[in-house]
């Protein structure tokens, strides 16, 4: 009998689209190895979306009303993580709690967890500084454990076939702030562009499917790319990326396209700033949610002049995001299943 694995996920124009699309991931990597799947997303919004791109059985799960059906796993992504009323809910319903970040504590201390298995996403220290004794939930973490859409991998060939030069002047820059971007970085960013470096740069600007905005908002001149169905390509366009902060910067990564990554929150400021001491090609900017004008042109250029200049320094690279972290993360919830 197929395993049956349910996702309960967060998404939407607030929360961002970051914890959907690394979910789906996983969840297409579990179907494709036999196991019946379900996404539950507590957004109306959301839920429609994800049915419409992923093709996935999708249900909009009503916060104050949702009764978790029995499964043999369940999988929690949620913003800052998995809460321990949610765990708790969820344990009688299934043999094994899989979290995609969060631990699901009953307490203070993760000898407590309710949860089989954690999967953390990024460069953290968290789990390294926990106690985990008396418990026997096993956790993974670093860069080969995130999950990344799969197109990144077919992406990773592609760069891997092609001869690319150590560039030292930009032609073309990307740029993206997520599914939703509710901060309206992506027409910050290219303006603060299009004013600093003119006409002689190529801007190329993502517009996430959930945005408040479309292309009138962008620069005279900047190419918009509106809710592409898979970005990678154009990706590998760009000689360099400017973001904000998320799942889009360890794709980037992954393909090894310079970026330049701000933070819109606290968590991902922190973020940005544990992967730029990693790896060589990112560049955490700090953060970008009130800046504009000139004094973001002026972070944009002066982190983009030294991402080019390769004067970065970063001592130990341990490991980098290779596009199978989703494929992983999916072959241990069935191999914690038995299957």
């Not at 690394?22 to 190895?33: D, E, H, I, K």
């Amino acid at each position: 009998m197929s395993a049956r694995i349910a996702f309960y996920v967060d998404a939407g124009r607030e929360t961002g689209f970051g914890h959907l699309f690394r979910s789906a991931s996983v969840a297409r990597w579990l179907r494709l190895l036999g196991a019946d799947v379900a996404l539950f997303i507590p957004t109306f919004d959301a839920a429609v979306f994800a049915q419409d791109r992923f093709g996935l059985s999708v249900y909009y799960a009503d916060p104050d009303r949702f009764a978790p059906p029995e499964a043999d796993a369940w999988v929690v992504d949620l913003e800052g993580g998995c809460p321990p009323s949610v765990a708790r809910r969820l344990r009688p319903r299934c043999s094994v709690l899989a979290l995609i970040n969060g631990t699901g504590y009953q307490g203070d201390d993760p000898a407590r967890s309710l949860a089989d298995l954690v999967f953390y996403q990024g460069v953290t220290d968290v789990p390294k500084r926990l106690d985990w004794s008396g418990t026997s939930c096993r956790w993974y973490e670093g860069l080969s454990w995130i999950a990344l859409r799969p197109e990144v991998l077919a992406g990773r060939v592609f760069r891997a076939q092609t001869v690319v030069q150590a560039r030292r002047a930009l032609g073309t820059v990307l740029v993206a702030g997520g599914g939703s971007d509710p901060t309206g970085f992506v027409p910050r960013a290219a303006s603060a562009l299009r004013a600093r470096y003119g006409d002689g740069l190529r801007i190329l600007a993502i517009i996430g499917p959930r945005a408040a905005y479309d292309a009138d908002a962008l620069p005279p001149g900047a190419e918009a790319v509106s809710a592409p169905g898979n970005p990678v390509p154009h990706y590998l366009e760009a000689d360099a990326a400017v973001i904000s902060f998320g799942m889009t910067a360890y794709e980037l990564a992954a393909l090894g396209i310079p970026t330049v990554a701000f933070g819109m929150s606290d968590g991902h400021r922190e973020g940005a700033e544990l992967l730029a001491t990693v790896l060589p090609e990112v560049v955490q900017a700090g953060g970008a949610t009130a800046l504009d004008g000139v004094l973001l042109a002026d972070q944009i250029q002066a982190a983009l002049e030294w991402l080019v200049s390769g004067a970065r320094f970063v001592p130990v690279v341990p490991e980098q995001p290779d596009g199978l972290g989703a494929a992983r993360t999916a072959t241990e919830i069935l191999a914690a299943l038995g299957k």
